[in-house]
């Protein structure tokens, strides 16, 4: 059964790290694409990053301050997030999809609540 579990969530201060993990079963990292994913309340799902082999992508608002990255040996994938703001407070969500960056996303985990306070 394919399953991914995430983990690491919790309230941070503003400017606070937090480091998100997305441990897979099933299948196996090294030759999926993976992607996170946060919906904050009356927000639309929106994507944070992807990985999809040596391919890193972020979007725009978190470039520069939110690292993702694979262990294969623990078969999990990390978001770490540093200089977070309260903008960043939502549910963070990780999902296997087809590739990154792509469109179609599926075997999504049960997400976990960061929040961030100012």
């Known amino acids: 059964e394919v399953q991914l579990v995430e983990s690491g969530g919790g309230l941070v201060q503003a400017g606070g790290s937090l480091r998100l993990s997305c441990a897979a079963s099933g299948f196996t990292l090294d030759a999926a694409a993976i992607g996170w994913f946060r919906q904050a309340p009356g927000k639309e799902r929106e994507g944070v990053s992807c990985?999809?082999?040596?391919?890193?992508r972020y979007a725009v608002s978190v470039q520069g301050r939110f690292t993702m990255s694979r262990d294969t040996a623990k078969n999990t994938v990390y978001l770490q997030m540093n200089s977070l703001k309260p903008d960043d407070t939502a549910v963070y969500y990780c999902a296997r999809g087809v590739s990154c960056p792509g469109s179609t996303w599926y075997s999504w985990g049960q997400g976990t609540q960061v929040t961030v306070s100012s």
């Open positions: 990985i999809s082999g040596s391919l890193t």
